[in-house]
């Protein structure tokens, strides 16, 4: 079984930078992180692995998830989350050493939603700081696909 929490950041300040790679989290941005960090933890979730977006703002969600979950292993920074295509994203998935079952990424729309789109069917478009837990049926991300996906629960701040 493998499990994937796909997040989308929560709010972001527009007028932080000029540049959105470099917009930060509001206030209330960060307190949303650390909200819903707080409701994996309680929920006894061990992630093996962050991956992340390397943008400011996913970057600092990626280190309240990590640092509320105790995940004392780095945080991994994939450049596909910030700008890449859903091909690009899925294998980036599927060459996930095996030895991880419960892998987090942190990255933006419209691409973390297809991700959610393409194995559950979730529709929606994923709202800042919004957890998906997706369940695989099988032992091996290689061989993660929608027929063995299961979306098991949605977190919100």
């Not at 989308?8 to 650390?34: M, V, Y």
């Not at 640092?67 to 945080?75: D, F, G, Q, R």
Request: aromatic share 8%; glycine share 4%.
């Amino acid at each position: 079984m493998k499990t994937l929490y796909i997040m989308r950041p929560p709010q972001k300040d527009e007028k932080s930078s000029s540049d959105d790679f470099f917009l930060t989290l509001t206030h209330q941005g960060e307190e949303e992180a650390l909200c819903v960090a707080k409701k994996l933890s309680a929920k006894g979730v061990k992630a093996d692995l962050i991956v992340s977006s390397p943008s400011l703002r996913t970057e600092t969600t990626s280190m309240i998830l990590a640092n509320e979950l105790k995940i004392e292993k780095s945080i991994m920074y994939n450049e596909v989350l910030y700008q890449g295509y859903l091909e690009e994203l899925i294998e980036s998935v599927n060459f996930t050493f095996h030895t991880i079952d419960t892998l987090i990424l942190v990255g933006h729309n419209p691409l973390i939603s297809n991700l959610a789109n393409h194995f559950v069917g979730y529709k929606e478009k994923l709202k800042m700081g919004v957890v998906l837990e997706i369940e695989f049926n099988t032992s091996s991300w290689v061989d993660i696909e929608p027929s063995n996906a299961k979306l098991i629960e949605i977190i919100a701040p």
